[in-house]
Nanobody
Framework: QAQLVESGGGLVQPGGSLRLSCAAS????????IGWFRQAPGKEREGVSC????????YYADSVKGRFTISRDNAKNTVYLQMNSLKPEDTAVYYC???????????????????WGQGTQVTVSS
């Protein structure tokens, strides 16, 4: 059974940094694309960044380009999201998701995935 466990959320001041982790188990890692999505109260879910584990190809939403970096550790079946220069508008619940095959951009744009984590809260506030 596929399982995704997020960690690393918390409260940070504007301009600060956080690193989210998504640890995966129960599926053939190298055939999947892993994505980070977020949802703020009253807003639609947004694809933040996605990465294809086989070749490391990535996609970033315009709203986070240049500030966030997605990476993966295939030995640990883990994907990271390094978030720098955080803004109050980055406040949301961040979810990790896994999709069998597919390009990173497609996954982030469409938002479909076979498995989802439980989410971790990120709050950016002074």
């Amino acid at each position: 059974q596929a399982q995704l466990v997020e960690s690393g959320g918390g409260l940070v001041q504007p301009g600060g940094s956080l690193r989210l982790s998504c640890a995966a188990s129960g599926f053939a890692w190298t055939y999947y694309t892993i994505g980070w999505f977020r949802q703020a109260p009253g807003k639609e879910r947004e694809g933040v960044s996605c990465i294809r584990t086989s070749d490391g190809s990535t996609y970033y939403a315009d709203s986070v380009k240049g500030r966030f970096t997605i990476s993966r550790d295939n030995a640990k079946n883990t994907v990271y999201l390094q978030m720098n220069s955080l803004k109050p508008e980055d406040t949301a619940v961040y979810y990790c998701a896994a999709r069998f095959l597919g390009a990173a951009q497609a996954m982030c744009a469409v938002g479909t995935a076979g498995s989802w984590g439980q989410g971790t809260q990120v709050t950016v506030s002074s």
